[in-house]
Every structure is written in C-alpha cells, then in structure tokens.
C-alpha cells in the first residue's frame, strides 16, 4: 500500500512538473521575464519601496502636515517629537505628542527644548490645516494627519534652522528630487536612442563622428563640468526655470552611457533577416529603428535606464548641496542637506541628515530594482 502511494506521488509530481514545463513553452517574452524577476526577493521589494515614495511625491501637499514654508521663531532646532499612546493615565487608542517648552542652557546659553507632559496634543486623520494647491490646481486645505489645536506642535522629524517642519519638506523635496530624475531620463533616453542607434544604424563616417564626441564628454571630469555648467545659469532665474536647466544639463552629459550601449546593440542586429525583411518591404529607416530595432532589446535599455536614474538623483542632490543647483525657496533634498554643512548645528541638530537617508534609501533601492530587471532582461540564462 506504502509503495502504491509512494508511486502515486511520484508520478503526480512528474505530471506537475511537466504541465510546468509546457507552461514555460508557451509563455511569451514578457511572462518569462516576470517569472524571473519574481525570484529576486531584493528587486521585488525594491519595486515597493519606489512605488511608496512615488506614491509620495504625488500626493505630497496632502500627507505633509503643515505648511513647508513656515517659520516658527520660536521653534528653531526642535527635536523630534515622539508618537505616545501610553501616559499616566494608561493606554490610549489615539495616539498624541507632548508639548515643547523652549529655554536656554544656563552653561552654554544654548537653546534647549523640555518635554511638558502637562500638554497632550492628539493626533487626528483627515484634519483641516494649512491651505494648499495639489498638483498646483486644486485649492484644498485637507491634510492626512495634524493636530486640531493649531496652538501645539507636532514635530516628528524635528525642524530646521527656520522653525520649518522638516517631515513636510522632506515630502514636499521628495517631488521634486524624484521628478528630476524621470525628466532628466527621458530626455536621454532620446538622445540615446537616436543618436546611439544613427551610430550604430549607419556606421562609416556618422559613426566615427559621434564616437569621438562620446568620447570627449566622458574624458571631462563630472563634478568640475557640472559645476561649470550649474555656474553658467543666471542667477536671477525664476525657481521653475533653474529646475528645467539642471534637468537639461544633466540630461546632456548622461546620454552617453545609453548612446554605446544603442549603438552596440544596432552593430549586431542591423545585419538581421527581420532587418532585412523591413528593407525589402519598403520599410522606413526611422520605422525600422523604432518599431524592429529598439522593441528587440527593449528589456536591456529599461534595465540600463533604471540603473541611471539614481546617478541623475544624485547628481542634482550634489549640485543643490553645494549651492549651485536648486535653491531656495524650491524644496529638494539636496536644498534640504545644505543646512548640513554647520557642522555645529549637525551635532546638536542630527535630524537634519534625515535626508540622507532617505536618499541612500532609494538609491539602493533602484540600483537593486535594476539589478533585478538586468537579470530578468535576458530570462533564458541561468
């Protein structure tokens, strides 16, 4: 009876893993890279990660609690509120914070804050506070969370040298260093794509030409051109306008890296039969780059576009850290880390390097994310 069982077993787990199999046959290219990059555990919750902090930067004028312009005289350098639901009284459902009673450092006379447990400020979801516009059209004033007494503060993240909200301008910079670098990464995405594939498509003199330019803009130091090109801004530009010029800059020095591997790609598929095929039939020489070119390693520019994206983050958070690229009153992290180069305000004010962190976050998280796409760009490997 055992070996009859035994035998039953064996036979349905053959039959699974057969159905498996005719299953990976029939599936198509895009199932077969879903399949793999579904066993990268990293990549996958990498993938969430991203997707909550650009869940963030679209609704970022709803979740910030309070205004990210604000300034509290008062509150210069607050520390971090904590989030309680226990006090002398026992536990509580909603949760509250302490009030902040500002002095000064009899030794030092530097500026101190203490805890008064005798004021409880609770928190509520759905408040109405500050007005803002989301996405710069509706006019609202309806936040995820606040306090209902506007007297109290609620500072989760500490404030920085202004009394401002850091949480709130942590979210609303998480906007803008994000978008900087989907901006930046379409557009070299097309200069990539067209002049890497004309390189690659025609070869001979085009070829040379756009090699050596290649060339030249990768032998330049990045940081001094950066700082040249940043420098080269007028300084009486509106906020909007400094924004597009960094995103431009950066866009015009990291199009090569997408350019050779366009190129490298069009060197070995220009000589094709479907290539060929698409000439015969009267195809265009744009049609054929477009729509048989590039969808043929579609998977390998997505991967190679989603390990530049952090570079074009960085490169921005750079700039703005040393003053020439965004400024304020624009909110980004890197015009949040400026306030981390007082090193004495650092030691007695550690939650200004809260961005980052937040950045070393995502950058990790995209440079896992595009770990997982590569290995999923080519799903026959093992």
Request: hydrophobic share 50%.
């Amino acid at each position: 009876m055992q070996k009859e069982t035994d035998q039953t077993a064996a036979q349905e787990t053959m039959y699974q893993g057969q159905l498996a199999e005719e299953k990976i046959y029939v599936a198509s290219q895009w199932q077969l890279m879903w399949w793999k990059f579904r066993r990268h555990k990293a990549a996958l919750v990498s993938g969430v990660v991203l997707i909550f902090f650009y869940l963030i930067a679209i609704f970022c004028e709803f979740l910030a609690p309070f205004d990210p312009h604000e300034i509290s005289e008062q509150y210069v350098f607050a520390p971090p509120q904590g989030i309680h639901f226990v006090d002398e009284q026992g536990f509580h459902l909603r949760p509250f914070v302490y009030g902040l009673t500002p002095g000064r450092d009899p030794e030092t006379f530097r500026k101190i804050f203490k805890v008064d447990k005798e004021r409880k400020y609770p928190i509520y979801f759905l408040v109405y506070g500050d007005p803002y516009k989301l996405w710069g059209v509706f006019q609202m004033d309806l936040h995820l969370l606040g306090l209902q007494d506007r007297s109290g503060t609620m500072y989760l993240l500490g404030a920085d040298r202004l009394g401002r909200d850091l949480l709130s301008r942590l979210l609303y910079g998480t906007r803008i260093s994000l978008s900087i670098g989907l901006v930046g990464i379409t557009i070299s995405f097309i200069l990539g794509i067209l002049i890497g594939g004309a390189s690659g498509y025609y070869g001979g003199l085009v070829d040379l030409i756009v090699q050596r330019v290649i060339e030249f803009i990768r032998s330049m130091p990045s940081i001094p051109l950066w700082l040249a090109l940043s420098a080269a801004l007028p300084k009486e530009w509106p906020a909007i306008r400094v924004y597009f010029g960094i995103t431009v800059i950066l866009s015009l020095i990291g199009w090569t890296g997408l350019a050779r591997v366009v190129r490298g790609r069009f060197l070995a598929l220009r000589e094709e039969d479907f290539v060929m095929a698409a000439r015969l039939a009267g195809a265009s020489e744009l049609r054929i780059i477009t729509r048989h070119l590039v969808p043929s390693f579609l998977s390998h520019i997505i991967a190679s576009l989603t390990l530049t994206i952090p570079g074009m983050i960085l490169s921005e958070t750079s700039l703005s850290f040393l003053g020439l690229g965004l400024r304020p009153p624009v909110i980004s992290w890197g015009v949040l880390l400026q306030d981390a180069q007082n090193i004495r305000a650092l030691a007695h004010s550690p939650w200004l390097l809260v961005p980052g962190a937040v950045i070393v976050v995502v950058i990790l998280s995209f440079n896992f994310l595009g770990d997982g796409l590569r290995d999923a760009a080519d799903p026959y490997s093992r």
